[in-house]
């Protein structure tokens, strides 16, 4: 059976459907992970997918294209001709599965199932309903049971990403923890005069700190890392930022998608979650975590994109000792 798994969002989205991911494979010969361009890199490390299908949605992400009929047009050839047998649609508990269900059914995929609160017609043919509180990861592994596609034997339901590289060149000898300022939006990142005395803080506590970012964070990184750290700002893939990552006593990151890498390679996590959306949904999963930051503040399950309140004080009333502090919990509380 050829299957295909629908998951439009970001980077972290996509790492939280692996688990899924993995028990649609155990049934299918073949699985087409269809994505968006923010997700793709997540994608392609993803244990038990097969081909990767980039389509930026006009429903998703901070700024979706327009609605042109030739991109939807090629999007439908393109599902036509991998000739898939299922899908799974899934969606974050906020979004409606049925835009991407229609363009399914349209292309002429022959069961489709999705999590939906909106009745669905005949666009699907399970209708799943997720449990309240369910973690994501969680949400959208009850979802392909509902389609019958249960975890191999053996399986924990964890993250997991495909083996890593050695990245030992770009991190040096020795132990080290990883702090990543950078966020997917400004009302989830840790402002970076606190993010450098951290850094700061942990090298005086002993600790070498590698500071993490991707090309466009190369200011921000130098700046958190100043003279105290190892700066990787730009100089890691997705696949090198895994190696990194597993190798790290303990990682340091706001809700994003590098604190679920962290957690897909087994490593814990402080992380500085603003409230905007709920921890108990989007908290790193399946690792040691110590989270950080007031779950009660006022902008909680807004998901704001930008701060609403002055002062940004569900994150920055943290302090770097604060930080110190939970790092050296978790690697005391970590197996040797």
């Known amino acids: 059976m050829r299957s295909l798994v629908v998951r439009l ?8 459907a692996g688990p899924a991911v993995r028990a649609v494979a155990a049934h299918s010969t073949r699985v087409t992970l269809l994505c968006g361009p923010r997700g793709a890199d ?4 993803l244990p038990g997918v097969d081909d990767v299908l980039v389509w930026e949605a006009p429903w998703e992400g901070f700024d979706p294209p327009p609605v042109r009929p030739a991109d939807i047009d090629a999007l439908l050839g393109r599902l036509r001709a991998g000739a898939h047998d299922s899908a799974l649609v899934l969606t974050s508990h906020h979004q409606s599965p049925l835009p991407a269900a229609l363009l399914l059914r349209l292309a002429g995929i022959g069961r489709i199932g999705a999590d939906s609160t909106d009745h669905p017609g005949r666009l699907l043919d399970v209708r799943h309903r997720r449990l309240p509180g369910r973690h994501e990861a ?3 592994l ?6 019958g596609f249960t975890p191999p034997p053996g399986d924990d339901g964890r993250l997991r990403v495909l083996p890593p590289p050695d990245t030992g060149g770009l991190t040096g000898n020795g132990p080290y923890v990883v702090l990543h300022p950078g966020a997917s939006a400004p009302a989830r990142a840790w402002s970076p005069h606190r993010c450098a005395e951290a850094v700061t803080l942990l090298a005086d506590a002993g600790h070498r700190v590698v500071v993490t970012g991707g090309p466009d964070e190369r200011d921000l990184t130098r700046r958190v890392g100043g003279d105290a ?3 990787l700002g730009g100089r890691t893939s997705p696949r090198t930022l895994a190696g990194v990552l597993r190798m790290a006593d303990v990682v340091i990151s706001a809700n994003t998608g590098p604190a679920h ?3 897909a390679v087994g490593t814990p996590v402080v992380s500085l979650f603003a409230p905007v959306v709920p921890a108990g949904r989007w908290a790193p999963y399946g690792v040691p975590v110590i989270l950080l930051g007031d779950q009660s503040a006022p902008c909680a399950d807004t998901r704001a994109l930008t701060c609403p309140v002055p002062g940004h004080p569900c994150l920055d009333e943290v302090t770097g000792q604060d930080v110190v502090r939970a790092v050296h919990k978790l690697i005391q509380e970590r197996p040797s």
């Open 229 to 231: 750290a190892v700066d």
């Open 42 to 45: 997540a994608a392609r490390l």
């Open 138 to 140: 969680e949400a959208a």
């Open 261 to 263: 890498l962290a957690a």
């Open 9 to 16: 969002d970001s980077f972290g989205d996509v790492l939280l």
């Open 142 to 147: 009850d979802t392909a049971a509902a389609m």
